[in-house]
């Protein structure tokens, strides 16, 4: 392995793999004092109740890297440079304060076309990646932001450049195209002092991550599995008297106790508050016969978002029949936009085929018609017909891509919001969906 004056001695990283003479069902150590994070008890025995395999995460890993470098080389990219800490964790498989190093950037990852990864940590977190094979070189020295470095930004912008600048010379000869997905601007200029060119990689990483490998898949199966595991503790605490952030802190708990991660928003309103959309679980008080409605927006078990919607009422009553009529819309309008999804389909064309939105509804709709999801909610985005010609971009739907089919309903002055939403999988013939938890039959009875 190739040293440089930033590199960390590789002995003090590596964990010999004949120390550990049993493994986990997705191939990790089962050492019970291990760094590495992952699935709980509660998890991997829910999963085998219900008859899930568990990822290969060797085979993942790698399948992941693959990706990578298949893009960089179709582009005749020198390499990519990343600082996304969703990015990392795809590449790499590494986790690290994930939620601090989005705002405060203190991680980097480059990986050259050829496959050889060098990880730049947090001070002092080398063992964090040390049962990574992937992981070529790890080195630290990856901030270059004010809080970190003060007046001295750009001279720590400027060492790290410098490293740069010589991964490329020993890894790509005289091609200075490097991909980035983002940087900060004292980072960019002395990259282009150095003459690199800079290219945006946020096209690279998104098309590697759409096509999602089979142990990706299974990931993700488990990740929906524990979610909806979850969501039915949830249910159990909504009542008369309990606070939104009562019935929210549920989705919170239950996650991290089968060993997800984080959850990316706080979108949970009950009664007027339902609508408009988008406002975040709060103190306030519900009551029998409020709507409630919520979006997961989780990062669950191996970091696999799993992002569903759905309504409920607080108490054993009726929906009021403005609630079911809301209600019904948003199901035929999801029921209906699954039905389109298959291999081939074009991006704009699900918005030309998709189910309209009675008028009245069309104000207040939900930014797309479907998005790609991931280890976050991910390309493509596929919009509505009213905003294709501001935002919208052609492509065509394939085999791997997991997308989500949303709707909220809830027109301008009205008092309840409806939303739904399901998570799927592009199949050869079609599409699976993968969120099973049901839907509720006393808003479509008559």
């Given amino acids: 392995m190739m040293t440089s004056p930033f590199s960390i001695p590789a002995p003090a990283r590596r964990i010999d793999p004949n120390r550990h003479s049993s493994l986990k069902p997705d191939g990790s150590p089962d050492d019970n004092d291990r760094t590495e994070i992952g699935p709980t008890p509660l998890a991997f025995a829910e999963w085998a109740e219900l008859g899930l395999q568990a990822p290969d995460l060797l085979s993942m890993r790698g399948y992941r890297l693959q990706r990578i470098c298949q893009q960089l080389v179709a582009r005749d990219l020198a390499g990519i440079l990343l600082f996304d800490p969703l990015n990392i964790r795809y590449a790499t498989d590494t986790t690290n304060m994930q939620l601090w190093t989005t705002h405060n950037p203190a991680r980097a990852c480059f990986i050259a076309a050829s496959g050889y990864v060098v990880l730049w940590d947090f001070h002092g977190c080398?063992?964090?990646s040390a049962h990574l094979p992937l992981v070529n070189e790890l080195r630290s020295g990856a901030s270059f932001f004010y809080f970190e470095t003060g007046d001295r930004t750009e001279q720590h912008a400027r060492r790290f450049a410098a490293q740069?600048?010589?991964?490329?010379?020993?890894?790509?000869g005289s091609n200075r195209r490097l991909a980035v997905d983002r940087i900060e601007v004292a980072g960019l200029r002395a990259l282009d002092k150095?003459?690199?060119?800079v290219i945006n990689g946020q096209e690279v990483t998104e098309l590697a991550r759409v096509i999602k490998g089979p142990d990706e898949i299974l990931a993700m199966r488990c990740a929906v599995a524990s979610c909806e595991a979850t969501i039915v503790e949830m249910r159990g605490t909504l009542r008369a008297g309990a606070t939104e952030n009562d019935v929210w802190a549920a989705l919170h708990a239950g996650n991290i106790r089968r060993g997800g991660e984080w959850i990316e928003t706080r979108i949970l309103s009950s009664g007027p508050r339902t609508n408009p959309w988008y406002q975040e679980s709060g103190p306030r008080v519900i009551g029998d016969g409020?709507?409630?409605?919520?979006?997961?927006?989780?990062?669950?078990?191996?970091?696999?978002?799993?992002?569903?919607?759905?309504?409920w009422i607080c108490g054993d009553?009726?929906?009021?029949?403005?609630?079911?009529?809301?209600?019904r819309i948003a199901h035929e309008h999801i029921s209906y936009n699954t039905g389109l999804v298959?291999?081939?389909?074009?991006?704009?064309?699900?918005?030309?085929?998709?189910?309209?939105?009675?008028?009245?509804?069309?104000?207040?709709?939900?930014?797309?018609?479907?998005?790609?999801?991931g280890l976050c909610?991910?390309?493509?985005?596929?919009?509505?017909?009213?905003?294709?010609?501001?935002?919208?971009?052609?492509?065509?739907?394939?085999?791997?891509?997991?997308?989500?089919?949303?709707?909220?309903?809830?027109?301008?002055?009205?008092?309840?919001?409806?939303?739904?939403e399901n998570q799927l999988l592009?199949?050869?013939?079609?599409?699976?969906?993968l969120t099973r938890y049901p839907f509720e039959e006393s808003f479509l009875r008559d």
């Fill in 126 to 128: 080398d063992h964090l």
């Fill in 164 to 172: 740069l600048d010589q991964l490329l010379r020993e890894h790509a």
């Fill in 194 to 197: 150095l003459a690199v060119q």
């Fill in 290 to 311: 409020d709507l409630l409605s919520f979006d997961t927006d989780l990062i669950g078990v191996y970091g696999m978002c799993v992002d569903m919607s759905r309504s």
């Fill in 317 to 327: 009553l009726e929906p009021t029949p403005e609630q079911k009529r809301l209600y």
């Fill in 342 to 373: 298959r291999p081939g389909m074009g991006f704009t064309e699900l918005t030309r085929l998709g189910h309209r939105l009675p008028e009245s509804c069309r104000a207040q709709r939900y930014g797309v018609m479907f998005h790609g999801v």
């Fill in 377 to 420: 909610d991910e390309y493509p985005c596929i919009r509505y017909p009213e905003d294709v010609d501001s935002y919208g971009y052609e492509g065509v739907l394939e085999p791997g891509m997991a997308l989500c089919v949303e709707a909220y309903i809830g027109e301008v002055g009205g008092r309840d919001g409806i939303k739904l």
């Fill in 426 to 433: 592009v199949t050869e013939t079609g599409c699976e969906v």
